[in-house]
């Protein structure tokens, strides 16, 4: 199951997947693999992902969303024309014509920080979507395919990372550097949280071990290193893209979190550095709500867009989790109690 | 062995008008779905009389498992039954809901299913799932609970003491009748059951069969056995039903249907089973898969695979002829006597 | 037996980690941290804290670096921690700690539980009752929740009920002007300090555990041995409780400990959040003044909670499951 929402569920035996923070169920039931497993190429794959996610309404919002957000990052200056960092207005303003949002106690537009601090943002979820997802599936399908010693070497290094609390290491970190930039911060949010997909795409990966068309391959005389790349890659890519979708949003909250306590770059205008400012600054006592509200809305809806698209990956991948169509006659609330029963439509009868 | 069943799990006789235990007419169920439905069971009608053993044969896909499910009420959505009725001891059960059928349920009508380890809940020893399903039927004595229990594993020739066994604990053969003595609990009118012997290899699964026999003749409740083993079930059938594609294709007196099969495809799985004794000859497939269900052609489903297709069946759906008391679906036996369609 | 021997060992390794982490870290970075504040506060910790302080940091030590390790190690093993450069001068590190612990375990350990039973409750129903509308606008919702940052809806909660409404206080953990006793007056107090932090942490991770135990619900609803169970004509309730969710459960539980590391992220940031003065408050006051010692110590305390809340986890799913002590 491209399940990578939940807290990590099921044993370290293997074929259930762990779970990641924040969602769906561990993956209980098996994992469905996109393109239904034998030879499809990731081409088809994509294709058919692509149709899934038109058809599912979840998926389609967060794709307008995310959409949205890439394009505000691409392009702040066509929608704000003030420099975020110019202290130049009157303090502590409201919201009027000129400044949407208001300013802060610094004289800054909030408008402007708020649609100029979306770049770093979604540049440290990327960063760390890709980096960590590349790591993940590197030592998960490394793990899965090696086996043995192998295996059980790259696991127990999981499980600690899995295990140790992360964010407080991040805080201890991010102190004795006293700040993290974007870079930085993408690097070191990576390399800690690369665990949870990583037991995820061994699994799939162990599932997909002992599939015929591997098997074909092996006896084609294909080194090993050709397999992973060629023939397991390209199947697990709707976990792979369930993966990155996880580590982006575990990335947006972490960073924004890190960000907040004041272990950021100051000097870079982010949602995260904005909500420390306006701590600082006391906003809501000083009647400035805005200043709190707004940066962490967008942080909650870009999560959401993430979390969606996440989530629908996995009704996508496992069809029992889709709503239940409600069918007429009794079934809808007791779908799960009683034998449904529904009215037939007439089929015409062919007479010859 | 008691011949006699404890005090309290005795049978209900078979209610009704006409004796029968269980009367299926023009069962359809279809599974409901968003790129639109199957049809998985077309109008399946059958009688059972008290204590007949009937086995229900046909390939995967061809809506065995499912009309079983059907007639004991347990389908899950997307499937859903659109038309028909099943009256299991004078009473119709479709669209009952759980909690009128829970009197019935086990008392009268119980399953056994193919895999023991997925039908027995891995968390739950096998004693306490006796005891839940006593309980709920109004058992309340821990003394009668242990008993019975204890009574149902020797039927089966478990020793009792694996009552406190977790499913995992006992092996495949043994899990597979406990299942079966579970089953028994209160001496059901029917017993149903889906591939039970699927999961076995070949010499437990004769043992299985000569046990699940034995049972049924001191017991004398009634069977639905489906399974896609047709040799197997025919050494302990009385009728023997032969399903395609969703409908009936043959149905009568084992011994006829397995030693004068009349529908094509019968014919076909007859010969794809060698057998053990005669002579030798070349095995023959059925070329083809089964149909789409989805998108049922007109006319006999069976058409696009038939060596004896004509002109008539590629058009129109054959309804069941009647051939000196077994029931076929095929333009060959056309102008016979119309069967119940 | 063998299987909790298994997990005790892996935690030992764990920890082994998190000291080595501990070790390696500053002597990683660039310059030693502890360079510059042992120089600012020599002169007001006692001469064997400044030992302690160097075999942790390596500071004006002879010892070549395996001799420092061990001497770091066997410092940990006697709860020598050293003392603590800001909070309190001079202070044991170990007291401070030990005095800010039974605020977080409170207010976190309580609602943490509170969590999980709620929200594994509300799952296993709202998996029960499907189909109708609610079935597809639900899990959004819960979804969304659970991206929401923590520290965000504390803030926000504050203004509405603290700085809007003036209903709830939202500053420490208790009115300093009372004095700490086992009255009615101070519970009180404490109890109502303790609500809005409290809601915060509850409403931020309740999603997780709603949706996680539905979603294996909904999976396990549609095994053999619920169908089995409705085929003995049990009543629905206890096929919900004793087939599904018996079953269900199961891998929440893993779930519930590895997702602990989380829940401590987000107590952190809610105890700093509403300068509750508990564990996370004590590690980012530590972390603004730069008090390393400090916050080494809380690191390891805030493993071993961890790891010891993991051992019950495993503990309880060994009872619930007898496959696993099967397994060994």
């Known amino acids: 199951m491209a399940t990578l929402q939940t807290p990590p569920g099921a044993s370290e035996a293997g074929a259930g997947a762990g779970a990641a923070p924040g969602g769906t169920a561990p993956a209980a039931a098996g994992l469905p693999l996109a393109g239904g497993g034998g030879s499809i190429s990731g081409a088809r794959s994509l294709r058919r992902m692509g149709r899934a996610i038109t058809a599912n309404r979840k998926a389609t919002a967060g794709t307008v969303l995310l959409v949205l957000f890439i394009f505000v990052a691409l392009f702040p200056g066509l929608i704000a024309h003030d420099d975020p960092q110019a202290q130049i207005y009157p303090r502590g303003l409201t919201p009027n014509a000129q400044h949407w949002l208001g300013t802060t106690s610094f004289g800054q537009d909030l408008f402007a920080q708020v649609i100029y601090g979306t770049r770093p943002v979604l540049l440290i979820a990327f960063g760390v979507g890709l980096l960590a997802t590349v790591v993940a599936m590197l030592i998960g399908v490394a793990a899965a395919y090696l086996g043995g010693g192998w295996d059980g070497t790259l696991n127990v290094i999981t499980d600690v990372l899995l295990v140790i609390p992360l964010f407080p290491l991040l805080i201890i970190i991010g102190s004795y550097l006293h700040g993290a930039g974007t870079a930085v911060m993408i690097a070191v949010i990576a390399a800690t949280g690369w665990s949870y997909t990583a037991r995820q795409l061994r699994a799939q990966a162990l599932s997909l071990r002992n599939r015929d068309f591997l098997n074909a391959a092996k006896v084609r005389g294909e080194r090993r290193l050709y397999v992973i790349c060629v023939e397991i890659i390209p199947t697990m890519t709707s976990l792979l893209v369930a993966a990155f979708l996880t580590n982006a949003l575990y990335a947006v909250l972490f960073s924004s979190s890190l960000q907040f306590i004041g272990l950021g770059d100051p000097n870079v205008t982010s949602w995260g550095t904005m909500l420390y400012w306006a701590e600082n600054n006391e906003a809501f006592q000083t009647g400035l709500p805005l200043w709190i509200i707004v940066p962490g809305l967008c942080i909650v809806t870009l999560g959401a867009a993430f979390a969606l698209l996440n989530y629908a990956f996995d009704e996508i991948g496992n069809p029992a989790l889709r709503p239940v169509r409600s069918m007429r006659a009794r079934t809808t609330r007791l779908a799960a109690v009683n034998t449904p029963v529904a009215r037939r439509r007439p089929r015409v009868k062919r007479t010859d | 062995m008691s011949s006699a069943p404890t005090e309290g799990f005795q049978r209900s006789g078979p209610a009704g008008r006409t004796g029968n235990v269980l009367e299926v007419r023009d069962l359809s169920v279809e599974y409901i779905m968003e790129r639109g439905t199957v049809l998985a069971v077309d109008e399946v009608s059958f009688d059972l009389a008290p204590g007949e053993f009937i086995g229900i044969v046909g390939e995967s896909g061809c809506g065995k498992s499912t009309l079983l499910f059907a007639i004991a009420q347990l389908l899950t959505p997307p499937a859903a039954i659109t038309g028909g009725s099943v009256t299991f001891l004078g009473r119709n059960m479709v669209g009952l809901t759980d909690r009128e059928l829970a009197a019935v349920r086990w008392k009268d009508l119980s399953v056994v299913m193919q895999s023991a380890m997925n039908a027995l809940n891995p968390v739950k020893s096998i004693g306490s799932q006796f005891d839940d399903a006593m309980r709920a039927h109004g058992v309340t004595s821990k003394v009668q609970i242990a008993e019975r229990s204890a009574e149902v594993l020797r039927m089966v020739g478990i020793d009792p003491i694996h009552l406190k066994s977790y499913p995992h604990q006992l092996s495949g053969g043994m899990r597979q009748r406990s299942m079966i003595a579970m089953a028994m609990l209160f001496t059901p009118d029917l017993v149903i059951m889906d591939e039970p012997t699927s999961a076995l290899d070949v010499v437990a699964q004769r043992s299985l069969m000569v046990q699940i026999k034995e049972l049924q003749e001191e017991l004398g409740f009634a069977i639905i056995f489906v399974t896609h083993d047709m040799s197997l079930v025919s050494h302990f059938s009385d009728r023997l039903m032969v399903m395609y594609g969703g409908v009936v294709a043959e149905f009568g007196a084992t011994r006829r249907v397995f030693d004068t099969p009349l529908h094509p495809y019968s014919v076909g799985l007859l010969e794809a089973f060698p057998s053990i004794r005669g002579p030798r000859v070349p095995l023959t497939g059925i070329p083809g898969s089964p149909p789409n269900l989805a998108s049922i052609p007109p006319g006999c489903r069976f058409a696009p695979r038939c060596p004896k297709v004509m002109a008539r069946c590629e058009v129109e759906p054959p309804p069941l002829y009647e051939v000196d008391g077994t029931l076929v679906r095929c333009f060959l036996h056309a102008g016979e006597e119309r069967g119940n369609d | 037996m063998r299987y909790v021997l298994r997990r005790l060992g892996f935690f030992a390794l764990t920890l082994w980690v998190a000291l080595t982490l501990n070790f390696a870290l500053p002597r ?205 004509g049990l009543p629905s309730h206890r096929i919900m409780l004793d087939y599904a969710a018996r079953n269900a459960i199961l891998p929440n539980l893993t779930g519930f400990a590895m997702s602990l590391g989380f829940v401590v992220g987000g107590a952190i940031l809610i105890e700093e959040v509403f300068n509750y003065q508990g564990v996370g408050y004590l590690l980012l006051q530590a972390v603004n003044n730069e008090d390393y010692p400090l916050m080494q110590a809380l690191f390891l305390l805030i493993t071993v909670a961890v790891l010891v809340a993991i051992l019950i986890s495993d503990i309880a799913t060994a009872i619930l499951d007898p496959r696993t002590r099967a397994a060994g």
């Open chain 3, 28 to 232: 990683l970075m660039p310059g030693n941290p502890a360079l510059a504040i042992l120089g600012k506060f020599r002169g007001g910790i006692s001469p064997q804290a400044v030992k302690v302080l160097e075999a942790q940091f390596g500071v004006g030590t002879h010892q070549n670096l395996i001799a420092q390790y061990f001497s770091y190690l066997g410092n940990v093993a006697r709860l020598r921690f050293g003392s603590s450069l800001t909070t309190q001068p001079g202070a044991s590190v170990g007291r401070i700690v030990f005095d800010a612990i039974p605020w977080t375990l409170g207010l976190v350990g309580l609602t943490t539980v509170l969590a999980f039973i709620l929200g594994t409750g509300i799952g296993i129903v709202s998996a029960w009752w499907r189909g109708g509308r609610m079935d597809s606008l639900l899990p959004p919702v819960f979804v969304i929740m659970t991206v929401i940052p923590y520290f965000w809806i504390g803030l926000v909660l504050i203004l509405i009920f603290g700085v809007k409404l003036k209903v709830l206080p939202y500053f420490f953990s208790y009115n300093f002007s009372l004095t700490p006793g086992f009255n009615a007056a101070f519970i009180g107090n404490v109890a109502e300090h303790a609500i809005l932090p409290a809601f915060t942490l509850l409403i931020t991770t309740i999603g997780v555990w709603i949706l996680t135990m539905r979603n294996t619900m909904i999976t396990t609803l549609a095994e053999d041995y619920v169908r089995m169970a409705r085929a003995k």
